[in-house]
């Protein structure tokens, strides 16, 4: 893949009660202060990539959030348009965000692919998520992106969600994959973070974590489900309709550089930089308003590197080259094995990749492979 740029957009209607990513309330007067902001920090920092970005990922947060008018300053302050070898522009929304006139106009603006975050559709886990559309609204708002013409939509879920069941579980993907059928389908575990309400919720005894063999069950539905309507297995928590991969993720995962702009985006240079914003809107907007880019850089020496070559490839269907690092190709062989044997592993065409049946639990065969350093 080729270089790409992510944009963090950190403001929310209300926090989800999952939810550890940086984010806030959108408060008065913030928005505007932030749009330029982004638009310095991009203008002190894009000769960082050797070549225009060819992905625009808009991230959050919640875009949809942006008022027309500043994702419109956004996007042309950046120069999007001017990208010419530009092949996918993404904006995440919320259900309770898309109406005919704003699809419309993010289209207008040259965004050619969407990725909704709608999680369940059932109302009950919805409400108990925090969320604040109800399964109504999601499938309406993916009516509207589809009538608007966007042919190229991503959708959001969860499972393991506390008191889900295999029942809803089995209920949402019939509806997703099939009167939805978007291109892009990305399925997530819940995770309990740490000082995330959620969390504190089942440390009270207030919810009930969903038992691991239930989750487990859950994953082997949404394999079974999506091979059977036609998507691709191509990464532990992503599904695809053939060519309809996200560019942007990949290029995550197959080390290309990018640029991450606001408050705790990350970058790569692509060889072995790797720079972090702070996490701290306001420290973020005073120091570029003087001009100052305020990032955290390290080189990486190369046991980094190669931890973090083994982490991103194992996560993908593609799997870790052998002769990406041939100096490591024994090594990786030898540790393996045992999970080649096992079948949690595989060794196709020169490269290892962790069985879809085993991605789970994919954290005890990826830390095996790292360096300890």
């Not at 990305?186 to 989750?215: C, Q």
């Amino acid at each position: 893949m080729g270089p790409g740029l992510y944009i963090h957009i950190p403001f929310c209607h209300s926090k989800c009660s999952y939810c550890d990513f940086y984010s806030m309330p959108l408060k008065h007067g913030m928005e505007d202060d932030y749009i330029d902001a982004l638009l310095k920090e991009w203008e002190l920092r894009h000769s960082e990539l050797r070549n225009p970005p060819v992905t625009v990922y808009i991230g959050g947060g919640t875009p949809s959030i942006l008022s027309d008018a500043n994702l419109s300053k956004l996007l042309h302050g950046i120069g999007m348009n001017e990208m010419a070898d530009l092949s996918e522009a993404t904006i995440e929304v919320n259900p309770e965000d898309v109406t005919p006139a704003r699809a419309s106009m993010w289209r207008g603006l040259g965004i050619n692919r969407v990725s909704m975050g709608i999680q369940a559709l059932d109302d009950r886990l919805l409400a108990a998520i925090g969320r604040r559309h109800d399964s109504h609204t999601a499938i309406k708002a993916y009516d509207t992106l589809r009538e608007a013409g966007f042919g190229n939509i991503s959708l959001d879920l969860m499972y393991g969600l506390p008191s889900q069941t295999l029942e809803q579980w089995h209920r949402t993907l019939d509806v997703m994959l099939h009167r939805l059928h978007p291109e892009h389908l990305s399925a997530y575990m819940l995770s309990y973070e740490h000082g995330t309400r959620m969390t504190a919720m089942r440390d009270a005894g207030k919810i009930k974590p969903v038992d691991d063999d239930t989750v487990l069950s859950m994953y082997a539905m949404l394999c079974d489900m999506s091979r059977d309507a036609g998507y691709s297995h191509y990464e532990i928590s992503n599904f695809a309709l053939p060519g309809c991969e996200s560019r942007h993720n990949s290029s995550y995962w197959d080390m290309s550089p990018y640029v991450g702009l606001g408050p705790g985006a990350h970058s790569f240079d692509g060889i072995s930089i790797r720079r972090s914003n702070p996490w701290n809107i306001k420290t973020y907007i005073a120091a570029l308003s003087k001009g100052i880019t305020d990032y955290e850089e390290e080189q990486e020496d190369a046991a980094t590197l190669h931890n973090d070559l083994v982490m991103v490839s194992l996560r993908t269907d593609r799997g870790l080259a052998l002769e990406c690092w041939p100096e490591y190709a024994e090594r990786w062989m030898r540790i393996s094995q045992p999970h080649i044997d096992s079948g949690d592993m595989a060794l196709t065409g020169g490269r290892l990749a962790i069985a879809e049946r085993s991605w789970p639990m994919s954290d005890a065969f990826i830390s095996d492979l790292l360096i300890v350093m």
